[in-house]
Nanobody, 123 residues
Framework: QVQLVESGGGLVQAGGSLRLSCAASGRIFSINAMGWYRQAPGKQRELVAVVTSGGSTNYADAVKGRFTISRDNAKKTVYLQMNSLKPEDTAVYYC?????????????????WGQGTQVTVSS
């Protein structure tokens, strides 16, 4: 019932910018933290950035100063603005959200994942 749909990936030259979006839909009561992960070929999936429901953010060292995560709670959407892109940023990017589907206090959030969107940065 809950889906995270990503968009905005593509091919860009080094130094360019892309803006990824991930919209949550379906049976949603509340969304806690939302984040972006990425996985390059032959490497483990790594956390890129996270934003809490209160707006606090954290970034991987590799993207600090270049990427900005934000969210629009009214649209149930998380964004990742990627500037000064480097070839090493090439990966499949996945959004993640901790979502409650009921108002019951004793039910914890469940992690949901987007389908992934390819970001390729050429030299």
């Amino acid at each position: 019932q809950v889906q995270l749909v990503e968009s905005g990936g593509g091919l860009v030259q080094a130094g360019g910018s892309l803006r990824l979006s991930c919209a949550a839909s379906g049976r949603i009561f509340s969304i806690n933290a939302m984040g972006w992960y990425r996985q390059a070929p032959g490497k483990q999936r790594e956390l890129v950035a996270v934003v809490t429901s209160g707006g606090s953010t954290n970034y991987a060292d590799a993207v600090k100063g270049r990427f900005t995560i934000s969210r629009d709670n009214a649209k149930k959407t998380v964004y990742l603005q990627m500037n000064s892109l480097k070839p090493e940023d090439t990966a499949v990017y996945y959004c993640n959200a901790a979502i409650k589907t009921t108002p019951y206090t004793w039910v914890d959030e469940v992690d949901y994942w987007g389908q992934g969107t390819q970001v390729t940065v050429s030299s």
